[in-house]
């Protein structure tokens, strides 16, 4: 199985998010791993699945990372994930009900890939960090590896020759 991880990353979290993900799957797939400035001219054809992740900017993804996902040669399998603020942090409280209302930039990266014609594969997943600009919430790599194991999990087997 081919696997592609394309992110978006601003001050390093979306990247180790991403990096944590590509170790654990190169383990037992063809993965490659490519920041989105990189996956501009990439062939995607031959890609089994997709996964896209950016950080949360505005309650949305980075420009770049949209860009990435309304490419009109997307198809087959695909998830998204983001990094974002963990609520807990926010204060006072109406700033966190303005954040958790805004949504995340997952959310918005799976609507945009279905809308491509893509196939989701779970469910969006958020990463948490402790402040705007990191670092990651502890144990978040390995909850991360373990989301895109899961991944991998609910894909149709495929024989071999």
């Not at 945009?112 to 196939?119: A, F, K, P």
């Not at 600009?133 to 991944?151: D, S, V």
């Amino acid at each position: 199985m081919s696997i592609l991880i394309v992110y978006d990353s601003i001050f390093g979290n979306t990247g180790q998010i991403a990096q944590a993900m590509a170790d654990e799957l190169s383990r037992t797939h063809d993965t490659r791993l490519a920041s989105v400035q990189d996956a501009r001219t990439l062939d995607m054809s031959g890609v089994d699945l997709l996964i896209v992740g950016s950080p949360t900017r505005g309650f949305r993804p980075t420009p770049e990372i949209q860009e990435f996902a309304s490419r009109p040669d997307l198809a087959g399998a695909a998830a998204s994930f983001d990094t974002r603020i963990d609520l807990e942090t926010i204060n006072p409280a109406p700033l966190r009900w303005v954040v958790q209302a805004g949504g995340y930039a997952a959310e918005r990266l799976a609507r945009e890939l279905s809308e491509q014609g893509c196939h989701l594969v779970g469910e969006p997943a958020g990463f948490e960090v402790t402040g705007q600009e990191g670092p990651l919430k502890n144990g978040e790599t390995e909850r991360a590896a373990q989301w895109a194991r899961g991944l991998v999990d609910l894909l149709p087997r495929t024989e071999g020759p």
